[in-house]
């Protein structure tokens, strides 16, 4: 049987590995294994999330309410805008899919950072559109603006990733705003929000306004999610936030019921839980401070992160040779070698995950060092 | 903004009315609110999946196995499969999208019965491609027949509702092996048993053999649900099962993370629930017999119906009439005037519950009457 050609050129994300798979293949004891792979909140689920979930357990034979009436309206008080503007999604991965599949087509292109979040270049391939990619690995507006220009016609959206997934820089609110000026008012500018609050109590100048931004700018989607700060990678809720043009169209490729009735109620929860967004902010900042000390030490490259994982750049070191070591002892993190980078991508955990986990990267980095 | 063309001629999928809605316009109190609407499961959420739920909500911050291994393998051990057999999606339809993705462009069609599940055109006009439905509005093979044989360089994706979602009319499985066999190898023939446990239950011959259906047919695609009989409509969780050249390929468009965490476990615990199984499929078929005595006293025209629904076809009452006092009683039942069709689909409930769904139906046919 035949498939679309575009199929051929598509190859899967490669999601860090989950911990079930370390003890299936190295036979680890689940308590055993930390997982700092996929930026998952190393606080748990929060105590009043977990409530929640346990108290809507009987629900789980009921379809979700799809017009999402009580999460939109929580989104739209926390951000100071009409539930016309907000859509929610399976993650806001998902988001991407609809704004990729609304706006693009085989003739199209995107355009992204050199390396940045994989899901931006999968949803265009799905298409058989280009991808156009700065030569620089961070986010470099001059560049962004030069490939612009030279293929406009071509270029239908433009992924910012603020604060950039995997690498970890973050670009100023400002320089955003003013890129964004000069970008036409038919193309879409996708600005993935993903971590930025991590960014924003780290430093203010990089905290998106988002209702200033959505109404500023009438060619804005903003994309947050519940699976980083809020602790809910696995219940798979996202959203974008744009203006009702925008928003009303991507929802026609919304399928129903693209959010479960329990990822809901547990979204609506985790809004509230400010304790624990403190919490988790605070362990974040302070906790990077470890791993910082330890890159300078070990004369190990970083770029200052505005997120909750840090990026460790090797130079003569195999990045996947020190992430099979790490993996055998039960440390997942994650190998950055598809990307282009040889680097290792680890998420801040908890201050007892960190200390074992440097110093378990500290006797692998010296077991090379003596096989070199 | 500009948005592709196609967008213009969807409309979106009209879910039955959610519980919430009801309680926030009618101001019904929830306890007292009947929904018949979407063919839930009416035993509610089954015991031991609440405590798997329970169980598993404090690893609602942990990303799903996105291999989704655990369930694949359950689900291969039931139909007696290989894993690379089944893909999962967000409920079966998402299963539909990746089918209709996959395979379709906008120069290809898809064949349906005149009246079923309206995702099969949803998903092609997110495409802007072509549909083709028979004249019938049950399924009728003979036409399908025809049809293809008439578009065949057009239609890429053949779609049989096994039972039919909404009318509940079911095709004996010889029939349905039959007509595929004429199918050209290329073309793909869905087969949605999204309600086929319950078809099978009432009668041996609609039951679908799928390890010998997608072994006989390399073109085949069967869809399965655990939103109905298995009781997580809420949950999001329904799987395909092909020959592993059409499961590959729709992997392709699968996105990570596509099934939350909690639900891969409520659905490994659902498939093992015997009980709860059995108790279902036997209410459904008692509870069935009381809607087919009403509607024969009542001189109302049913579909033999191999489901957990029945459709009441009317002939001189309008149905979004009857639908609105229904509502406004608290009970939310399904109109599927959307549908061309002048009739309201029941979801088999409890014995109560049906009781009181056939009085107040009984009144409001009699105000009706006398309004006449």
């Known amino acids: 049987m035949k498939f679309n050609k575009n199929l051929e ?8 590995k989950p911990i079930e798979l370390i003890v299936r293949e190295f036979g680890i004891k689940e308590k055993d294994v930390i997982k700092l792979a996929s930026n998952e909140n190393p606080m748990g689920t929060s ?62 292109a995107i355009l992204t950072s050199g390396i940045t979040f994989s899901m931006y270049e999968i949803y265009a391939k799905h298409l058989g559109a280009k991808i156009y990619k700065t ?65 924003k109590f780290k430093d203010v100048k990089k905290g998106i306004d988002v209702r200033n931004l959505i109404f500023e700018f009438n060619n804005v989607l903003y994309l947050g999610t519940f699976s980083k700060l809020y602790g809910l990678g696995g219940m798979r809720v996202g959203y974008g936030i744009a203006n009702e043009n925008i928003t ?49 030490k070990h004369n190990i490259k970083i770029i200052d992160s505005y997120t909750n994982f840090i990026t460790f750049i090797f130079k003569d070191k195999n990045s996947t040779e020190i992430y099979d070591n790490m993996l055998k002892k039960g440390i997942i993190l994650r190998d950055l070698k598809g990307y282009g980078i040889n680097a290792i991508r680890i998420t801040i955990g908890l201050p007892y995950q960190n200390k074992l986990v440097l110093k378990e990267l500290k006797n692998t980095l010296q077991i090379i060092d003596k096989m070199q």
Do not use: W
Request: contains cysteine.
């Open 47 to 108: 105590k009043n999330v977990q409530k929640t979930i346990k108290k809507n357990a009987n629900k789980a034979h009921l379809y979700p309410d799809d017009s999402m009436f009580e999460l939109k309206k929580a989104l739209a008080k926390k951000y100071e805008v009409d539930l016309n503007n907000i859509i929610i999604g399976s993650g806001s991965d998902q988001i991407i899919e609809f704004a990729v599949h609304a706006k693009m087509d085989e003739n199209s």
């Open 9 to 16: 050129n598509i190859e899967n994300y490669e999601a860090g």
């Open 135 to 199: 030569t620089s690995k961070e986010h470099n507006l001059e560049e962004f603006k030069e490939i612009y220009e030279a293929h406009k016609d071509e270029i239908d959206i433009i992924f910012l990733c603020i604060p950039n997934n995997p690498l970890g820089e973050c670009l100023d609110k400002e320089d955003v705003y003013k890129f964004i000026k000069e970008v036409d008012a038919d193309t879409l500018v996708v600005v993935d929000g993903a971590y930025n609050e991590f960014a």
């Open 248 to 296: 009303s169209n991507l929802l026609k490729l919304r399928a129903p019921f693209n959010v479960t009735t329990i990822s809901l109620e547990a979204a609506k929860e985790a809004l509230k839980d400010k304790k624990y967004i403190e919490k988790t902010l605070k362990n974040n900042l302070k906790e990077m401070k470890r791993y910082e000390k330890f890159a300078k």
